[in-house]
């Protein structure tokens, strides 16, 4: 996912006893002109996501003692590994709607002069002794015109996210994993541990579609806040009239709404609105909350990201106002707190709590 300037930034600093610098530089580059198929991705028990270096490992181990663009394909693993890492959970980067890609892809375009000029990367062509190499890509020659592209001067605005110093940072990082693996590939020391860079997989955030509608039974007994230490309750305590009325014939009412969180073709994630007699209901012109993550994508930020949006959502249909209702020692007290929802009320167990659109 890292640019291909960033890549072949690194690979400037891996070519210490490379008998082929050219083959490594590529190797580092055209991994990503076979998209996914490339990347030898992982799932971790948890649900999280990594790059399975040693599953290349076993595949091409022999091969990358004497086959520098083998042996970039590789690196190329590790660089991507450490990137997923630095921007989804240490800078808490999210590709959760094709408008923050496209700026990200932005932040790429304005990086890539500086990159140039500061690591000294000149465009790559492909030797001849490359053809049928097993891990070339069909489409390597289009990717690498396309390549020669990134160039030309770009003058598109200020940066989004990546900035030059947060560049330059993930460069430094790779490039000391990389010179790690490259001593682990020649029996010097062990190789790293790509459990140790497990990623959050990236999200879209989409409406619910009809078809996902009983989802949201599912979806209602995980958004029932439950002390830790305390027994479970039932899944049928979601057909108690307190609890159906947030589901019940969920799309055929005034207000009805709820977006999804999708991972990797899965739904983790939901939030929806209603107006209806409620533990947060105000009146019958405030749509109330529910919002629910399932355990596996808890803690990655997709519940705040649900809730922005849907504010978003409800702003553009003209409402006016949203509540909810929270239990006074659940700790998504604080994310609400955080997209702007002020307590109005209060009783023993719960605060009633709104924002204005």
């Excluded at 948890?46 to 076993?58: H, I, W």
């Excluded at 921007?87 to 808490?92: F, K």
């Excluded at 947030?246 to 999708?262: N, P, Q, T, V, W």
């Amino acid at each position: 996912m890292a640019s291909s300037m960033m890549h072949l930034a690194i690979a400037g600093r891996l070519l210490d006893g490379i008998a082929r610098p050219d083959l490594l530089r590529l190797g580092c580059v055209l991994v990503d002109a076979a998209g996914r198929a490339g990347h030898f991705h992982a799932k971790a028990p948890d649900g999280r996501r990594y790059y399975d270096l040693e599953r290349f490992r076993r595949a091409y181990g022999g091969r990358m003692r004497s086959d520098d663009f083998c042996l970039g394909c590789y690196l190329h693993l590790a660089q991507d590994m450490v990137y997923r890492k630095f921007v989804y959970d240490d800078r808490g980067w999210s590709p959760s709607s094709p408008e923050q890609v496209e700026r990200l892809y932005n932040d790429y375009r304005l990086l890539n002069p500086i990159l140039l000029r500061r690591h000294g990367l000149k465009p790559l062509t492909l030797p001849g002794d490359l053809a049928g190499h097993p891990l070339l890509a069909a489409n390597a020659p289009a990717f690498l015109e396309d390549m020669a592209k990134q160039f030309a001067p770009y003058d598109g605005g200020e940066p989004f996210f990546l900035t030059e110093s947060l560049a330059e940072e993930y460069i430094d990082r790779a490039a000391e994993v990389c010179l790690r693996e490259l001593d682990a590939l020649r029996g010097c020391g062990a190789h790293v541990n790509p459990l140790d860079y497990t990623y959050a997989p990236a999200f879209q955030i989409r409406e619910l579609t009809p078809p996902e509608v009983p989802l949201l039974r599912d979806f209602l007994y995980e958004a029932i806040f439950q002390r830790e230490g305390e027994p479970p309750l039932p899944r049928e305590v979601v057909n108690r009239p307190e609890l159906r009325v947030y589901i019940e014939d969920f799309g055929k009412k005034r207000g009805d709404l709820c977006l999804c969180a999708e991972s990797n073709g899965e739904v983790a994630g939901a939030v929806w609105v209603r107006i209806i007699p409620g533990y947060g209901h105000l009146d019958d012109d405030t749509p109330e909350f529910a919002i629910s993550i399932l355990k596996p994508w808890r803690g990655r930020g997709f519940g705040t990201r649900l809730m922005q949006e849907m504010l978003k959502a409800l702003r553009a249909r003209g409402w006016k106002r949203a509540s909810l209702a929270v239990q006074k020692d659940n700790c998504a007290l604080r994310m609400y707190r955080k997209v702007g929802f002020q307590t109005v009320g209060e009783n023993d167990e719960e605060y009633i709590m709104a924002i204005e659109l």
